[in-house]
């Protein structure tokens, strides 16, 4: 049996940045009592956008659940690398993603994948902005909408994005179907399992978001980040592309 001091040997840590876990942090945080701010999405320009219209739909339950909701639209948003970050759709993007504690990303599936459109929103928002992870700690509800039969290749491509920006990206999800048998003339969600999916989604994240924003800061405080300053930080993260 190995002695108890063998168990805490650990010469390979620095000792001014490892913490013990804050358990009274985790189980009795500050709470804000603002109603949770949530941004939405979607992944088409098209003008009957159904990534758009599901997301609409989600806004309004969202609302009912008592969230603030913003929608970003992806119109005029030049691609990656071809503009500079002080483009005004770009730092739009990116003050609506300040502001808000939870996200909803919503994409048709085209060719397998998310969309470019999607795609290209997620990736003008950095990993970081100097010390600042303008993602991180946030939380993720995804959902995807199919011209044909229902699949799930867009949706497993954003949660492997959103754990890359390090989202709280919850478990619950939403893959609807043929959208265009599931909308109105007036661009309304018909009643169907689907509806209530998109439902039970947005019930989720409304809770995930109570209980974690005032914890994020925490949650994703790490040792290997403490052991860095704000200049080195910037450093890694924003290497020049080669």
Same mark, same amino acid.
């Given at each position: 049996?190995?002695?108890?001091?063998?168990?805490?040997d650990? +010469?390979?840590?620095?000792e001014?940045?490892?913490r013990?876990? *804050?358990?009274? %942090?985790l $189980?009795?945080?500050?709470?804000s %009592?603002h109603?949770?701010?949530?941004?939405?999405?979607?992944g088409?320009l098209?003008?009957? @956008?159904?990534?758009?219209?599901?997301?609409?739909?989600?806004?309004?339950?969202l609302?009912?659940?008592?969230? &603030?909701?913003?929608?970003? *639209?992806?119109a005029?948003?030049?691609? +990656? *690398?071809?503009?500079?970050?002080?483009? +005004?759709?770009?730092?739009e993007?990116?003050?609506?993603?300040?502001?808000? &504690?939870?996200?909803?990303?919503?994409?048709p599936?085209?060719?397998?994948?998310?969309t470019g459109?999607?795609? $290209?929103?997620?990736?003008?928002?950095?990993?970081?902005?100097g010390?600042?992870?303008?993602s991180?700690?946030?939380?993720?509800?995804?959902?995807?909408?199919?011209g044909?039969?229902?699949?799930?290749?867009?949706?497993?491509?954003?949660?492997?994005?959103?754990r890359w920006?390090?989202?709280? %990206?919850? +478990?619950?999800? @939403?893959?609807?179907?043929?959208a265009?048998?599931?909308?109105?003339?007036d661009?309304?969600?018909?009643?169907?399992s689907?509806?209530?999916?998109?439902? *039970? !989604?947005?019930?989720?994240?409304?809770?995930? %978001?109570?209980?974690?924003r005032?914890?994020g800061?925490h949650l !994703?405080?790490?040792? @290997?980040?403490?052991?860095?300053?704000?200049?080195?930080l910037?450093?890694r993260v924003?290497?020049?592309?080669?």
């Amino acid at each position: 049996m190995r002695r108890a001091s063998a168990l805490t040997d650990t +010469p390979q840590l620095d000792e001014a940045c490892f913490r013990a876990i *804050d358990r009274q %942090t985790l $189980s009795q945080p500050i709470r804000s %009592t603002h109603p949770p701010r949530i941004l939405l999405l979607h992944g088409s320009l098209r003008k009957r @956008s159904y990534s758009r219209l599901l997301n609409a739909e989600a806004a309004r339950i969202l609302t009912r659940l008592g969230a &603030e909701t913003r929608v970003f *639209d992806p119109a005029g948003l030049p691609l +990656p *690398d071809d503009a500079e970050a002080d483009h +005004p759709k770009v730092q739009e993007l990116r003050d609506l993603v300040a502001w808000s &504690e939870g996200m909803v990303w919503c994409s048709p599936e085209r060719h397998g994948a998310m969309t470019g459109v999607l795609k $290209s929103q997620i990736d003008w928002i950095p990993l970081t902005l100097g010390a600042i992870r303008p993602s991180q700690g946030k939380t993720l509800a995804l959902m995807q909408v199919s011209g044909g039969s229902q699949s799930f290749n867009a949706l497993n491509q954003m949660r492997v994005l959103g754990r890359w920006m390090r989202m709280l %990206t919850i +478990p619950n999800q @939403s893959s609807v179907a043929k959208a265009f048998l599931e909308f109105d003339d007036d661009g309304r969600m018909k009643p169907s399992s689907y509806y209530d999916r998109v439902v *039970d !989604v947005m019930e989720e994240l409304v809770k995930f %978001t109570w209980l974690t924003r005032d914890l994020g800061p925490h949650l !994703v405080d790490r040792y @290997s980040e403490r052991k860095e300053t704000a200049a080195q930080l910037s450093a890694r993260v924003n290497q020049r592309s080669v």
